[in-house]
């Protein structure tokens, strides 16, 4: 007997779908097919999933807080800010899109908090000082005369 070798190409190499969305359908008594529930939109996101770097990763964190379930890995997005579901949903994605931009600087922010640390440490050695000064006078005076 051979396995079952069937994939869902949908889904990503992982485990799993990358979003998940989960939504209510609630009838209301009468007809009308309206209820103020209907319109809410919830979004799970595997976050291992995005690709984000150490830095981004934990600066996705610091933005999301309690949103970010570490044990599932998971980041909850939810929206009803809309009247119908489909906008809620384009809500999610947008608020999606842009914490991951806003991670993205986080690379730079790394970047830049690092150089200024090797500077300070660098400006505060007196004899790496005067070795530099002396490089540069040194390069100033070759310019000069050539």
Not at 22 to 47: C, E, F, I, S, Y
Request: charge should be positive; charged fraction near 35%.
């Amino acid at each position: 007997m051979m396995p079952d070798k069937k994939e869902d190409l949908d889904d990503p190499p992982a485990e799993g779908p990358i979003l998940r969305w989960q939504t209510r359908v609630v009838l209301a008594p009468g007809g009308d097919a309206w209820h103020p529930k209907n319109r809410k939109v919830k979004m799970a996101v595997t976050v291992k999933e995005l690709g984000l770097s150490k830095h981004q990763f934990r600066r996705l964190r610091e933005l999301v807080g309690k949103r970010y379930h570490p044990g599932r890995d998971e980041l909850t997005i939810t929206s009803e800010r809309f009247e119908h579901r489909e906008e809620n949903r384009k809500d999610c994605l947008r608020t999606l899109f842009s914490l991951i931009e806003e991670a993205g600087k986080a690379n730079k922010l790394a970047e830049d908090a690092r150089a200024s640390y090797v500077k300070q440490r660098l400006r505060a050695n007196p004899a790496f000082m005067g070795r530099f000064q002396a490089k540069i006078r040194k390069q100033v005076s070759n310019t000069i005369s050539a």
